[in-house]
């Protein structure tokens, strides 16, 4: 299933409809309701920030629903289901910032070692999933702000997948990435 292209109204809709899922689920909106204009099948992950710091991320690789119910699902996992985090308490939410992150179709890398995937890797652009025994990790475009050097960033993927950062990337499936996001705070504009 294709993933949908947003432009900058659809991406403002994307934050608001974060919003209110997250609003409704505390009982201060009513549900919502996907627009139009995010009714096309979509992928995405939605971030929560707790005063600049990770609250909250969980998203989709890959369209399997309206990006716009995407959105609704993701921002409410991302508040109450992140396995590293307690669930998001109705008092965080004046402190909370959310961005939206919508994931183009990810593009399977064919390297055959460690230095082809590092020669290949676009930073500050791709995002990056691996693959390998049964195990999968993603890091969104974002994540080059933290680690910004190529084999820093492969090496943590590794670890953040369970793998060993010295495992050759040329034994694992590798795919790019990339998202349009926007954000917004949770409480006002």
């Known amino acids: 299933m294709p993933a949908m292209r947003c ?19 505390f009982g201060r909106v009513d549900e919502p309701v996907v627009p139009p ?9 939605v971030t929560l920030l707790k005063d600049g710091q990770l609250r909250g991320c969980i998203g989709t690789l890959e369209a399997h629903q309206s ?25 965080e939410l004046a402190r909370l910032t959310l961005e939206v ?20 890797l676009r930073p500050g652009e791709d995002g990056l999933i691996v693959e390998y025994g049964g195990r999968r990790a993603t890091f969104l ?3 080059w702000e933290q680690l910004p050097e190529p084999r820093q960033f492969v ?24 998202t349009e996001h926007a954000q917004g705070a949770v409480l006002g504009a």
């Open 37 to 45: 204009q995010l009714g096309e099948p979509g992928a995405c992950f």
């Open 141 to 143: 475009p974002s994540v």
């Open 67 to 91: 990006l716009g119910q995407d959105i609704i699902d993701n921002a409410r996992r991302a508040a109450f289901s992140d396995p590293r985090f307690a669930p998001v308490s109705e008092t």
């Open 101 to 120: 992150s919508v994931l183009t179709e990810p593009v399977a890398l064919e390297v055959a070692d460690e230095n082809s995937l590092l020669a290949s």
């Open 155 to 178: 090496a943590a993927l590794k670890r953040k997948a369970g793998l060993a950062a010295e495992l050759d990337a040329g034994m694992m499936r590798w795919w790019r990435y990339g």
């Open 7 to 25: 432009t900058e109204q659809p991406l403002e809709q994307a934050v608001a409809l974060a919003r209110q899922s997250l609003l409704a689920a």
